[in-house]
């Protein structure tokens, strides 16, 4: 029975465009993007929803917590499932807060570290094998209220797909590019609204089946 994992922040976890800071809120299971990919995957196919809202794809985060930091995430996540058959990654939005002055390609670089630990050997082997799905996620609009956090933030992450389709490439891995799929937002400038949930998780099973 193939076993997807996905893993990413809260647009993986399925987390609505804010409104109000602070207030905690998830799209349900007919919403969310893995969920409508698992669907449109078919019978068979088992599910591991790895989102954590604010995880980054190397930083420990000085306000949320050093747990933001998906290295070490990853690893938890991979020998906690599984065995895994296909991987899709899904990070680099919250590395372009302002408070990491990230540019595009140390981005990118946190995202091969990612890379890294999927393909190595121990998690390679602890699995059988399994295929990575490599996810740009769309743009930044710094809008709405938490766009303090994320000034500068629009210029950084339009930088990210092209960037992103080398590492897949250099890397023999898939890539799929949402940011030519859907958009963020107008209501906050992160999040997704159920209908780019529901674009995106078509897409992404699409390219599952191509892997």
Request: charge should be negative; proline fraction near 8%.
């Amino acid at each position: 029975m193939p076993f997807l994992m996905t893993f990413g922040d809260s647009n993986t976890h399925g987390t609505p465009p804010i409104v109000t800071r602070g207030e905690y809120h998830r799209f349900g299971p007919g919403v969310r993007w893995p969920q409508v990919c698992l669907r449109a995957l078919g019978v068979g196919w088992e599910l591991a929803e790895e989102g954590l809202p604010g995880r980054t794809a190397q930083f420990p985060d000085p306000v949320i917590g050093a747990h933001m930091n998906g290295q070490d995430g990853l690893k938890i996540a991979l020998q906690s499932h599984g065995p895994v058959d296909v991987l899709t990654i899904m990070l680099g939005t919250n590395d372009v807060k302002a408070r990491f002055s990230a540019t595009p390609e140390a981005v990118t670089a946190g995202v091969a570290g990612l890379v890294d630990i999927a393909l190595s050997l121990e998690m390679q082997a602890r699995h059988g094998g399994f295929r990575v799905l490599l996810i740009c996620p769309p743009p930044v609009a710094e809008v709405g209220p938490i766009a303090g956090e994320f000034l500068g933030a629009t210029a950084r992450s339009t930088g990210l797909a092209e960037r992103y389709q080398a590492l897949a490439q250099a890397r023999g891995l898939g890539f799929l590019d949402a940011g030519q799929i859907i958009a963020v937002s107008p209501q906050d400038g992160i999040h997704f609204e159920p209908e780019a949930h529901a674009a995106l998780g078509l897409a992404v099973a699409e390219a599952v089946g191509q892997l």
